[in-house]
């Protein structure tokens, strides 16, 4: 039964469930609400030879789009897709076929519907943006905070290396030729980081190379995929690979303690130079506690320190729970960010035996559950009564962090 708090008593899409103590609980087990909502997508009807929210970033609960927006994200939102389907199918969906096939949709979408053209300074790279219902997309597709013809580097390192990652789990080459194609261009482009200008810029104008915006604060993506050509003997990656680390180490994380202006820029809909995003240094606390000695000898501290940068700067009290926001010119906590750092949280407290994050970490992955509706259907966030929204938010770059919270404490998916 719910206990009766100050605060209100429904969250999400459900009434709320707290312990003796006032501390939040799911509204259903987790794995119940987690394949409810994989069911719901693999329900998911099939137009134009792909799952819906595939090619749609903004879906209602009756998988029919937005009619007031045609906008879509493709790389960030079916790269992480391929990621956290991949993780779900590894976790528990083997049995179920159809989870791989919908990995392999939104790998096909990318590679084949939204690449810049063959020419210009980022040829064939994954698209950042574009619009919905566009087969392919067409050359000057740009929107939110990309102009028609940018595309953000980043986004490409994203898509690139969860193709990688695709490749490897199905053995279909075209996602292999991808992921090699974009990392090339990326290799291509960078420029010697320093203390005001990352190695790619945020935007970049694809035909002429132009960049806007010095700094781009998720650099790590890029990082995953050099680190996974260099596995698999592609040794034409290590002069960049190791570059690039050393300016996240030399420069990224000692700035941490100053003004956070190197982890500015990482989401497709803003373009303020100063916004510094939570999505950037979460995830690469997660990439440095998934390879602890084997990349940073310091990993703890440094993940610790992206932590805490993360709890000064964005976190809030939302109905009675620690929430993490989004950036600075967005406090909400969208599901994507909000189930990221229970995700991050829950992998650092596996990895070193401390349990200061653990609860935050619990509270925090509960709250992102309630936006999932009894039949499946998730919200894009948890404040208020939602279905559907932002794909990404939503789904896509949510269901992964649920997987990684699992490996690392499992009777929490219990």
Not at 158 to 179: F, N, P
Request: proline share 7%; glycine share 10%; charged share 20%.
């Amino acid at each position: 039964m719910p206990m009766h708090t100050p605060y209100p008593d429904t969250l999400g899409n459900h009434a709320v469930v707290r312990d003796d103590h006032g501390i939040l609980l799911p509204w259903t087990p987790w794995q119940d609400a987690i394949c409810r909502e994989m069911q719901w997508y693999l329900n998911c009807p099939l137009e134009f030879g792909y799952p819906r929210f595939v090619w749609m970033t903004f879906m209602d609960g009756h998988y029919q789009p937005d009619a007031r927006r045609e906008d879509c994200i493709p790389a960030s939102q079916n790269g992480m897709g391929i990621l956290s389907y991949l993780k779900y199918h590894q976790y528990g969906g083997r049995g179920n076929r159809q989870v791989l096939d919908w990995a392999r949709h939104m790998g096909n979408y990318l590679v084949r519907e939204c690449n810049t053209p063959p020419g210009g300074r980022y040829p064939r790279f994954t698209r950042s943006t574009g619009l919905r219902g566009r087969f392919p997309q067409p050359p000057d597709c740009g929107c939110q905070g990309d102009r028609p013809f940018e595309i953000q580097p980043d986004k490409g390192g994203i898509a690139g290396y969860a193709l990688l990652v695709l490749y490897q789990a199905t053995g279909e080459k075209s996602y292999l030729d991808q992921a090699l194609n974009n990392a090339h261009v990326l290799a291509a482009n960078a420029i010697q980081g320093d203390a005001t200008h990352s190695p790619w810029p945020f935007r970049a104008d694809y035909r002429t190379g132009e960049g806007r915006g010095a700094v781009s604060g998720n650099m790590v993506y890029i990082l995953r995929l050099f680190d996974a050509l260099h596995e698999l003997g592609y040794q034409e990656f290590d002069p960049p690979r190791e570059r690039l680390w050393h300016w996240i180490r030399d420069y990224q994380l000692p700035d941490l303690a100053k003004d956070g202006m190197l982890w500015v820029q990482f989401f497709e809909d803003h373009h303020g130079t100063d916004n510094r995003t939570a999505w950037s240094p979460l995830n690469l606390a997660r990439y440095l506690i998934e390879r602890k000695d084997q990349r940073d000898p310091r990993w703890r501290i440094h993940a610790r320190d992206l932590i805490e940068f993360v709890n000064k700067n964005f976190t809030r009290v939302r109905h009675g729970v620690p929430i993490c926001g989004e950036q600075d010119y967005d406090e909400n906590p969208w599901g994507g960010i909000l189930s990221t750092y229970g995700a991050v949280l829950a992998m650092y407290t596996a990895a070193t035996g401390s349990e200061e994050y653990k609860g935050l970490a619990w509270q925090a992955l509960n709250f992102a559950l309630y936006a999932t509706d009894n039949d499946g259907c998730p919200g894009e966030q948890a404040s208020y009564p939602c279905r559907g929204g932002w794909q990404e938010d939503a789904h896509t770059d949510k269901i992964h962090n649920f997987m990684d919270a699992i490996a690392a404490i499992p009777e929490w998916g219990k």
